[in-house]
């Protein structure tokens, strides 16, 4: 019998938590087919074993967070609520209708302290990984990358200009064996003269740079069509089987899309064990290092047509005059020659640069045509991978460059909108990159498992 006592309705119930939660519910699907006992062996250097209190069980404390980025939550105190009122939510963290839920404090100090530094949060992602890989939902052979960015929990008025350290990073690294080994190849062929003194300084060197007082590691963002501010970047790769997430780097919002792309595919070659044969990304990742690097890999790189091109000074472009590639040299329509005079290093590429004489185009009946104003003789500059560049442009407007760069817009450009909509990605609380990178890792983490059932049931 029903009764109502000042509002409240009273009854007595003979039921179980097991039969309040629907049998085609997603979190039981979810638990069918992922098994969450890795967690136990990944957090075990956390714990220990003879001293302190009992502790929560750790795979209740992971699920609790992948609850939040399942569904949307973005607030740690609004969770705590919302799993004490759902009984799917009690289920999935194996706690009964009458137990108590972890404080919400809980949650955010184990993910402060406890797990800090652990790279727990890109294990939880990667094992999540090899299970998709085993379900056979991940080939690996065709990567989709894009990146997007995220709203930094950081003050627009508490920003400051300082003097910072420029990184070299393992682009310019990469770079800098480039440029190496040309040198030698020339200074093998007498072509230049052995430079033993290098011409960028070895010490450090300082650009100014927008800092914010509230989150230093956020970065200042100046994109067109893009909001102005303190932003992080989530850098995602996608399989295109599935549209599965299998990678994702967080950088600073004033770090170029190209910078930690090569050290990303590196690691989905090399620690993913991805047989890349394909990838596609945006624009602002084809730059001719990165089109030589994918070519030397053996992978076929798309990324959409370029836009505008040089422009020239002077009437004569490059096309008038002619190559010689046994001796690597140009002749210009009146017949004197540009030798290679050195090779220059530019902040993305290295240039061999071939220079005529002064004396050849001060007496040239072209030369109003040919120098410009600011210079006594005219220079062709040549970057060293433009072949691979040439080769890379080749592939544009093909049915295999269209299909790809359509498969990029519909995988990278719909799941940043999905992981924006219901998991958590729009803006950040926590501060400092690691935070942000673990945030987007359980963004991505959510978005997989969800694809993963989808694909499956």
């Not at 400051?160 to 682009?171: D, L, N, Q, R, T």
């Not at 009946?365 to 220079?379: K, N, Q, Y």
């Not at 049915?399 to 924006?420: M, Y």
């Amino acid at each position: 019998m029903l009764t109502r006592t000042e509002g409240k309705q009273l009854r007595f119930h003979m039921i179980t938590i097991e039969d309040l939660v629907p049998e085609d519910h997603f979190l039981r699907k979810l638990e069918r087919h992922i098994d969450f006992s890795f967690i136990y062996y990944d957090i075990a250097g956390c714990y220990s074993e003879k001293t302190g209190r009992p502790s929560i069980d750790p795979i209740i404390l992971i699920k609790y967070l992948l609850i939040g980025f399942l569904y949307g939550i973005e607030s740690e105190r609004r969770l705590e609520q919302e799993i004490r009122v759902n009984v799917a939510y009690r289920w999935f963290l194996g706690l009964d209708l009458d137990d108590t839920v972890p404080d919400h404090s809980t949650i955010s100090q184990n993910r402060r302290r406890r797990f800090r530094e652990t790279d727990l949060f890109r294990r939880l992602f990667e094992q999540v990984l090899l299970q998709c890989m085993n379900k056979g939902l991940i080939t690996g052979h065709t990567i989709l990358t894009d990146s997007t960015h995220i709203k930094a929990n950081a003050s627009s008025r508490k920003n400051i200009k300082v003097m910072v350290e420029k990184e070299a990073g393992s682009y310019l690294k990469r770079l800098d064996a480039y440029e190496e080994q040309e040198r030698s190849r020339l200074e093998e062929k007498g072509m230049i003269k052995p430079q033993r003194k290098r011409r960028r300084p070895e010490g450090k060197v300082m650009v100014e740079k927008t800092v914010s007082t509230t989150d230093p590691d956020a970065g200042m963002m100046h994109r067109p069509g893009k909001p102005e501010g303190m932003h992080y970047l989530s850098h995602q790769s996608i399989d295109a089987a599935n549209g599965m997430i299998v990678d994702v780097a967080v950088t600073p919002g004033d770090v170029s899309d190209s910078v930690p792309y090569l050290e990303r595919i590196d690691y989905m070659r090399n620690h993913l064990g991805l047989d890349i044969r394909t990838a596609g990304a945006d624009s602002a990742y084809g730059t001719s290092l990165i089109c030589q690097t994918m070519e030397d890999m053996g992978v076929t790189f798309y990324t959409p047509g370029v836009t505008g091109g040089t422009t020239s000074k002077v009437e004569l472009t490059r096309e008038a005059f002619e190559y010689d590639a046994e001796t690597e040299r140009f002749i210009c329509p009146t017949g004197k020659c540009l030798p290679l005079r050195s090779l220059e290093r530019g902040n993305f590429n290295v240039c061999r640069i071939y220079r005529a004489a002064p004396k050849d185009c001060i007496s040239c009946p072209i030369a109003s045509r040919c120098v410009s104003s600011s210079h006594r003789s005219r220079t062709i500059r040549v970057n060293i991978f433009e072949k691979a560049v040439q080769r890379h442009r080749q592939t544009e407007g093909t049915p295999a460059h269209t299909h790809i760069l359509n498969l990029r817009q519909i995988w990278c450009e719909g799941s940043f909108a999905a992981q924006k909509a219901r998991h958590n990605l729009r803006k950040l609380y926590r501060r400092g990159l690691e935070a942000a990178e673990d945030h987007c890792l359980l963004s991505a983490t959510a978005f997989n498992l969800k694809r993963m059932i989808k694909c499956l049931e």
